[in-house]
């Protein structure tokens, strides 16, 4: 799979997550079949807090449920999922966490929409 190729699939993955659910780079990672790839999935996600896309990035945290910082962005991300309903909790390092047993989203495999146009977001 290619690099334009990964991007779209993580882009679509993305997409798929349902309001009031996360997941991790990870788990997304996995989905696009390149499970040792959650570091570039981490980078597509900041990359679309950066873009102010309409993708709901902010649905996509750390594989211990952080709400990582994404060059900043840790805030907007904890005040999107709030306003979405997610309970956000400050961990004993003050650290933002969502907790996956409660607000997790991770299906064993997730049909791609074939055909979507994801070239727009991605300029691929």
């Known amino acids: 799979m290619d690099a334009a190729q990964f991007n779209a699939s993580v882009f679509n993955l993305i997409q798929m997550i349902p309001p ?24 597509l996600v900041k990359l679309l807090g950066q873009m102010a896309s309409c993708a709901p990035w902010h649905r996509v945290v750390s594989t211990s449920g952080i709400v ?7 805030a907007a991300q904890k005040q999107a999922l709030e306003d979405e309903g997610v309970s956000v909790r400050t961990g004993i390092l003050g650290e ?12 064993e495999n997730a049909k791609l929409v074939s055909g979507v146009d994801s070239d727009d977001e991605w300029g691929a």
Do not use: I, Y
């Open 96 to 107: 933002s966490r969502v907790e996956f047993s409660r607000w997790g989203w991770f299906p």
């Open 68 to 74: 990582a910082e994404h060059g900043g962005l840790g």
């Open 20 to 43: 009031q659910k996360v997941t991790s780079c990870g788990h997304l990672a996995k989905l696009a079949g390149a499970p040792s790839q959650a570091r570039r999935v981490n980078q």
